[in-house]
């Protein structure tokens, strides 16, 4: 698949279907993962690969005790209605664990370290794209709290689970989400 063919047509996957993934395609996946650019080619990205379902309902417990404090925070009666069931369906999710440690000269600087998160994203994108490419399904997921998580996969204190994706076959034809006109969102400074 071309690879702006990929960017255009790549879409999140909220459902999937039972059907393992095969090892040598998740290797391939994290391969396109760990050729993401980072500050100083630190490279402050970990994987974890999730299949255990015992882990997976963890991890979908906590999503939902984080939706109910979500929408108690902010008020957002429409996330009531998004069902998670996704992290229990999909064969595959890998926690995108990083490093502060490893972010670059922010380190130093006021606002401190977020390269390392934005290199984790990099990494994070090149997965669902080779996902894509593969012809399988994948969704960027976030919304769970970081201590909790760090527990539920026996993370360290000093790394930060950034993200999940969750990889499988879809369980239902993916649809072309809506996106602005690059024009819409650009500055020219001449």
């Known amino acids: ?24 395609t998740i ?6 993962g760990v050729r993401a650019p980072s500050p100083l080619n630190a490279q402050p990205w970990q994987f974890i690969v999730i299949t255990s379902p015992e882990k997976k309902e963890a991890i979908h417990a906590e999503a939902n005790r984080c939706r109910a404090w979500a929408i108690e925070q902010s008020g957002w009666k429409w996330l009531s209605t998004y069902k ?27 606002d401190g370290p977020v390269g390392y998160q934005l290199a984790c994203a990099a990494a994070i994108q090149n997965m669902l794209l080779a996902t894509h490419a593969l012809g399988l ?22 790394k930060t689970p950034v993200a999940l994706v969750c990889i499988g076959k879809p369980g239902e034809p993916q649809k072309a989400v809506p996106r602005k006109d690059a024009k819409e969102k650009t500055i020219y400074i001449d």
């Open 84 to 110: 998670m069931d996704f992290l229990l369906q999909a064969p595959v999710l890998v926690a995108v664990v990083g490093d502060p440690k490893k972010s670059g000269m922010d380190m130093f600087q006021d």
């Open 137 to 158: 399904g994948s969704l960027f997921f976030t919304l769970f709290d970081k201590s909790q998580l760090r527990r539920i996969l026996d993370v360290t204190e000093e």
């Open 27 to 32: 290797g391939q996946i994290l391969a396109a």
């Open 1 to 24: 698949m071309d690879l702006f063919s990929a960017i255009e047509t790549r879409t999140s996957c909220r459902q999937f279907l039972p059907d393992a993934v095969a090892k040598e």
